[in-house]
T-cell receptor, first 114, second 114 residues
Framework: SAVISQKPSRDICQRGTSLTIQCQVD?????MFWYRQQPGQSLTLIAT?????????ESGFVIDKFPISRPNLTFSTLTVSNMSPEDSSIYLC???????????FGEGSRLTVL | AQTVTQSQPEMSVQEAETVTLSCTYD???????LFWYKQPPSRQMILVIR????KQQNATENRFSVNFQKAAKSFSLKISDSQLGDTAMYFC???????????WGAGTKLIIKP
C-alpha cells in the first residue's frame, strides 16, 4: 500500500490569496488524483494528474483556479488560487494502485477561507 | 453515466450489534470495482473492503462483509460486532475497470453508541 503525506494539514487563509497543497507519495505512481470535499459532502474529483502531461480537469474546475503540478512520479501540488469562502473545503490527494484497483488517500488538507 | 446511491444519511446502533449499510449503483459496464471507504473524524479516507464485479463470492474482511448482488446492482456493507471505533462516515464508491476515477455515494454517517 502507498503512504501519502499532505501538507499543510490545515490552514486559514484570507480571501483573494492563494495556497499550494503538497502531496508526497512513498512510491512511484502513475496516476494521482485531487479531490475536494465540501463540509458534510461526498468527494468531488477536481483533476487527474499524470507525470509528464497536463492535468485533466473535471467539469466545473479550471486550470486558472486550480493549477496542478506533477514534476515526478512521487509528488504533486494543487494550488487554490484567488480564494473565496466558497473554497473552504477539505482537499485530498489520492493515488491509484494498478495491481489492486484501489485508491489510497492522504490525510487531507482542511482549508478555511475568511 | 454511472451513479452511486446511499439511501441512509445516518444510522445509529448499539455497540456489539450488527449493522448493514445499503448502496446501489447504476452502470452499463460489465467489469468494474466496488469499494466501501470509511472516513472517521480524523478525515483520513480508509479502504474498508473492495469487490471485483467478476467475482461472485462476496468479499469479507474480518468483521466487515458485503452482499454483492450484481443483477440488482446492490452492494451493501455488513458490520458485525460493531465497535465504538467504527463510528465514521461510510462511502460507497464505484470504479470502471478501464477508468480509475471513483464515483462516490453521498455517504452514511454511522454512530456506534456505548
Amino acid at each position: 500500500s502507498a503512504v501519502i503525506s499532505q501538507k499543510p494539514s490545515r490552514d486559514i487563509c484570507q480571501r483573494g490569496t492563494s495556497l499550494t497543497i503538497q502531496c508526497q507519495v512513498d512510491s512511484q505512481v502513475t496516476m494521482m488524483f485531487w479531490y475536494r470535499q465540501q463540509p458534510g459532502q461526498s468527494l468531488t474529483l477536481i483533476a487527474t494528474a499524470n507525470q509528464g502531461s497536463e492535468a485533466t480537469y473535471e467539469s466545473g474546475f479550471v486550470i486558472d483556479k486550480f493549477p496542478i503540478s506533477r514534476p515526478n512520479l512521487t509528488f504533486s501540488t494543487l494550488t487554490v488560487s484567488n480564494m473565496s469562502p466558497e473554497d473552504s473545503s477539505i482537499y485530498l490527494c489520492s493515488v491509484h494502485d494498478p495491481n489492486t484497483g484501489e485508491l489510497f488517500f492522504g490525510e487531507g488538507s482542511r482549508l478555511t477561507v475568511l | 453515466a454511472q451513479t452511486v446511491t446511499q439511501s441512509q444519511p445516518e444510522m445509529s446502533v448499539q455497540e456489539a450489534e450488527t449493522v448493514t449499510l445499503s448502496c446501489t449503483y447504476d452502470t452499463s459496464e460489465s467489469n468494474y470495482y466496488l469499494f466501501w471507504y470509511k472516513q472517521p473524524p480524523s478525515r483520513q479516507m480508509i479502504l474498508v473492503i473492495r469487490q471485483e464485479a467478476y467475482k461472485q463470492q462476496n468479499a469479507t474482511e474480518n468483521r466487515f462483509s458485503v452482499n454483492f448482488q450484481k443483477a440488482a446492482k446492490s452492494f451493501s456493507l455488513k458490520i458485525s460486532d460493531s465497535q465504538l471505533g467504527d463510528t465514521a462516515m461510510y462511502f460507497c464508491a464505484f470504479m470502471e475497470d478501464s477508468n480509475y476515477q471513483l464515483i462516490w455515494g453521498a455517504g452514511t454517517k454511522l454512530i456506534i453508541k456505548p
